[in-house]
């Protein structure tokens, strides 16, 4: 019985995607989806959104490098939007969506599904230029949201005023397990926001940043939150970057996000970490 169907790199466009959502009605053993790297535009995405609805057995469904725009987003959000435990119009549980030039817009349309949704468990929406206010209304959602465990917003041109606004959703989200903000042009400022987050946050969070943009970040900052778990910025002996690492409470480290691991590591070994204190 087949119940992964890796379709990639195969030249669908949305004709092909209309016909393969009209098979997917009838289906009920398909359990992953992967139609990336095609040419589905907000049409195909129509298709997949409509057969979403009564397809109840399909919980992941990869998207990603196509070119569904912030209407493909609209079409796909709307079937989110209504899909609770007690209306299961599906069960789409992770939703891999990078590289689809939703902006900003399509980002708004995902903040309205995640305020109803409470089945989706992971989302990437990475490579979308989603710009400041993009993450805004995402930030918007997290506050409220009680199901989401993964965001990937890599590559998403967020900066400081992103990083902000999901900065203050943090304080309040309490399901948040993973959160890649990488290479979005974060400074000083929305790094700063960031580990203020981290010390109110009531989970242990992973947190993947390339703070390349961080320029005048010379001491180490170490905050703990209510989860036990300490965040630190860490700058190499030579100035040259900067790392945002985690480390448990006895010192030990256990995430890295950073461009260069290898380096951070070395430089860890010697790193004194204390508790952060008001």
Known sequence: TLTILNLRFTKIGDVEAQSLAEALQYNTTLTELDLSSNQISEVGAQYLSDVLQHNTTLPTLHISNNQIGHMGAKHLGDVLQHNTVTLMLSTL????LYDNQIGNVGAQYFRDALLQNTTLITLNISQNEIGCMGAEYLGDALQHNTTL?????RVS?????GAQSLADALQHNTTLTKLDLS????????AQCL?????YNTVTLILSLSISHVKNLTSLTCRQNHAGIYYIYLNSSDHSYYELISLNSEGSVIILGSDQQSAAASTTKSAVVQPYSD
């Open 93 to 96: 549980t992770t939703l891999i």
């Open 149 to 153: 465990t993964t965001l990937n917003l």
């Open 157 to 161: 041109q967020i900066r400081d005023a």
């Open 183 to 190: 290479q979005n042009g974060i400074g000083n400022v929305g």
């Open 195 to 199: 580990g203020n987050a981290l010390k």
